[in-house]
């Protein structure tokens, strides 16, 4: 039972970075793709928007049961990362917040000026939650300071940590070419072709960073539990980015996108492998954290819970579903927001 909820809580985070993933990339996109030799091309700006909109609230949905499955069947976990990390956790949220108000409400503003302001929340709300997922990513690999009783509190060093912000850049540029895929398979006309350029200039960029960020984690001494998914990683992140820039190049954008999906699920994966048994590593105590069956709720409540998680598990995978079916056509013009 420790497995399966391991294994649905991990399925659920693969979900969010792969479906929240793209809405992220979109919004760091925005300000390239909205843009021609002219300045503002609010057409375009809009058209970007309305290609992200009918996702934008529904992909959510998985880091919400993501949460729910952390504090049920996780509960120690839940309140020692929560807690421990909330810097990033309150960075996060705050980014999200700012994101899908500002999507909202730059759709009823009439001054250009106010559009701007709106705009500029849009993109830093994709930026931030980026940057905040893949610096826990890096800071689950390098280990927190855990303590007795499951506590643990983060120094400014731990946050700032090389490896940690690398982490950080190269999710932010996954996304961002994970975002621009995205709109060359749902957009038309020039946004599409805005969203492939950029999506390829984001693959180049992260295609170094990953490889910048093995090398650093080599060379300062990051060793998870496991080194063979974290080494596969590595090999794999680059390859997938260089096939998604291959596949835009072909005029494939279907393809790309599944290349720039894998790449975006592949940090949860590789983390979750490399640290097992562990979901949280000690940086003070090598060899020792805390582990699944110290996290995870007692037999009885995951019976329960199985019996929730039956039902809910395949409604998210069909609403999911249902959604990319009923909008799965090219978006041509501007739209609601």
Same mark, same amino acid.
């Given at each position: 039972?420790?497995?399966? !909820?391991?294994?649905?809580?991990?399925?659920?985070?693969t979900?969010?970075?792969?479906?929240?993933?793209?809405?992220?990339?979109?919004?760091?996109? $925005?300000?390239?793709t909205?843009r021609?030799?002219?300045?503002?091309?609010?057409?375009?700006?809009?058209?970007?928007?309305? =290609?992200? *909109? /009918? &996702? &934008?609230?529904?992909?959510?949905?998985?880091?919400?049961?993501?949460?729910?499955?952390?504090?049920?069947?996780?509960?120690?976990?839940?309140?020692?990362?929560?807690?421990?990390?909330?810097?990033?956790?309150?960075?996060?949220?705050?980014?999200? =917040?700012?994101?899908?108000?500002?999507?909202?409400?730059?759709?009823?503003?009439?001054?250009?000026?106010?559009?701007?302001?709106?705009?500029v929340?849009?993109?830093?709300? *994709?930026?931030? /939650?980026?940057?905040?997922?893949?610096?826990?990513? *890096?800071?689950l690999?390098?280990?927190? /300071?855990?303590?007795?009783?499951?506590?643990?509190?983060?120094?400014?060093?731990?946050?700032?940590?090389?490896?940690?912000?690398?982490?950080?850049?190269?999710?932010?540029?996954? &996304?961002?070419?994970?975002?621009?895929?995205?709109? @060359?398979?749902?957009?038309?006309?020039?946004?599409?072709?805005?969203?492939?350029?950029?999506?390829?200039?984001?693959? @180049? !960029?992260?295609?170094?960073?990953?490889?910048?960020?093995?090398?650093?984690?080599?060379?300062?001494?990051?060793?998870?539990?496991?080194?063979?998914?974290?080494?596969?990683?590595?090999?794999?992140?680059?390859?997938?980015?260089?096939?998604?820039?291959?596949?835009?190049?072909?005029?494939? /954008?279907? $393809?790309?996108? =599944? @290349?720039?999906?894998?790449?975006?699920?592949?940090?949860?994966?590789?983390?979750?492998?490399?640290?097992?048994?562990?979901?949280?590593?000690?940086?003070?105590?090598?060899?020792?954290?805390?582990?699944?069956?110290?996290?995870?709720?007692?037999?009885a409540?995951?019976?329960?819970?199985?019996?929730?998680?039956?039902?809910?598990?395949?409604?998210?995978?069909?609403?999911?579903?249902?959604? !990319? !079916?009923? &909008?799965?056509?090219?978006?041509?013009?501007?739209?609601?927001?």
């Amino acid at each position: 039972m420790d497995i399966l !909820w391991l294994a649905i809580l991990g399925f659920l985070l693969t979900g969010y970075f792969v479906l929240g993933g793209y809405d992220y990339g979109v919004q760091l996109a $925005l300000p390239f793709t909205a843009r021609d030799e002219g300045g503002r091309d609010e057409s375009a700006r809009r058209q970007t928007l309305a =290609a992200l *909109g /009918p &996702f &934008f609230f529904g992909n959510e949905v998985w880091l919400i049961g993501a949460a729910g499955v952390l504090f049920g069947a996780f509960p120690i976990l839940e309140g020692t990362l929560l807690s421990g990390a909330y810097p990033l956790i309150v960075a996060l949220l705050l980014g999200l =917040a700012a994101g899908k108000s500002a999507l909202q409400l730059r759709g009823r503003s009439a001054s250009a000026f106010d559009r701007r302001v709106w705009d500029v929340l849009l993109t830093a709300g *994709g930026l931030v /939650p980026a940057m905040a997922l893949g610096m826990l990513i *890096g800071l689950l690999l390098t280990g927190v /300071p855990l303590h007795g009783g499951h506590s643990f509190t983060l120094s400014a060093g731990e946050v700032l940590h090389p490896f940690v912000l690398l982490c950080g850049l190269s999710t932010v540029l996954v &996304f961002a070419a994970h975002g621009g895929a995205f709109l @060359a398979l749902r957009a038309d006309g020039r946004v599409a072709a805005r969203g492939a350029a950029f999506a390829r200039r984001a693959a @180049a !960029w992260a295609m170094i960073a990953a490889v910048t960020t093995a090398a650093a984690g080599a060379a300062l001494g990051v060793r998870p539990a496991n080194a063979a998914p974290a080494i596969a990683a590595a090999f794999a992140l680059p390859a997938l980015l260089a096939g998604a820039r291959a596949a835009l190049a072909a005029a494939r /954008p279907g $393809l790309a996108f =599944a @290349a720039t999906a894998a790449a975006a699920a592949l940090p949860v994966v590789a983390t979750g492998l490399a640290n097992y048994p562990y979901l949280l590593v000690s940086s003070v105590t090598p060899g020792a954290g805390l582990t699944l069956a110290e996290s995870a709720a007692d037999g009885a409540t995951l019976r329960i819970l199985t019996g929730f998680g039956v039902v809910i598990v395949p409604v998210i995978l069909g609403y999911q579903a249902f959604l !990319w !079916w009923a &909008f799965r056509g090219r978006v041509a013009r501007p739209g609601y927001f």
